[in-house]
């Protein structure tokens, strides 16, 4: 079946502006994760949704970031007033349920502040 | 707190080799350890989970608890294997919250 998508792939965006990521889980999977990926930081969590609620936000960097969850399926990360160091990739993961609990991820939104 | 280290960023091997990549960690209860890749231009998959005790591609890791290490190792690294591994951390099996906590990733270069 298909997996996570996320789009856009690549967004490129003037300091100040705001902007929005979307992520679309695999189908039946209720959690999903939103994670960031910089150079020489890794893998930052940002944001956990079980259905539609957020039990988890503490990895959201400054109140510009927020992020909702409709409808059990899509989910949008949304960046206000963007600034250099917000240039990432931003991956998208959803999870099993089942036996295996795995996460698959997205192939992420490579997101360019100049 | 849990944290995942991966003490080397870059890593180089020839093919035929034996690798090995180090993964330590620090969590006071009982976690759950993985590897994931990522391959050039390829989104981020599992590859192993501690649980599985698995042979995945030829690679292998055991988490041994003294140590709190989760190393991965392959036998023989053939060129396919170039990719950044991530060392990742659940909290306890089961967590309902599921948070994966990542190391930084050790950059593998298998030279032909």
């Known amino acids: 079946g298909a997996g996570v998508s996320q789009s856009p792939s690549n967004k490129v965006t003037e300091k100040g502006k705001d902007v929005e990521l979307r992520c679309d889980p695999i189908?039946?999977?209720?959690?999903l994760y939103w994670y960031r990926q910089s150079l020489g930081q890794g893998l930052e969590f940002l944001i956990y949704?079980?259905?539609?609620?957020?039990?988890?936000k503490s990895g959201l960097p400054s109140d510009r970031f927020s992020a909702e969850r409709t409808g059990g399926s899509v989910s949008t990360l949304t960046i206000q007033r963007t600034q250099q160091e917000d240039s990432a990739v931003y991956l998208c993961?959803?999870?099993?349920?089942?036996?295996?609990?795995?996460?698959?991820f997205g192939p992420g939104t490579r997101l360019t502040v100049l | 707190a849990q944290r995942v280290t991966q003490p080397e960023k870059l890593l180089s091997v020839f093919k035929g080799a034996p690798v090995e990549l180090k993964c330590n960690y620090s969590?006071?209860?009982?976690?759950?350890l993985f590897w994931y890749v990522q391959y050039s231009r390829q989104r981020l998959q599992l590859l192993l989970r501690?649980?599985s005790r698995e042979s995945i591609k030829g690679f292998t890791a055991d988490l041994n608890k003294g140590e709190t290490s989760f190393h991965l190792k392959k036998p023989f690294a053939q060129e396919e294997d170039s990719a950044m591994y991530y060392c990742?951390?659940?909290?306890?099996?089961?967590?309902?919250?599921?948070?994966?906590?990542f190391g930084r990733g050790t950059q593998l270069t298998v030279w032909p």
């Open positions: 993961a959803s999870r099993d349920p089942g036996g295996t609990d795995t996460q698959y």
């Open positions: 189908s039946g999977h209720t959690a």
């Open positions: 949704f079980q259905g539609n609620s957020a039990p988890d």
């Open positions: 501690h649980i």
């Open positions: 990742a951390l659940r909290r306890g099996r089961g967590s309902t919250l599921g948070r994966l906590y």
């Open positions: 969590y006071s209860g009982s976690p759950e």
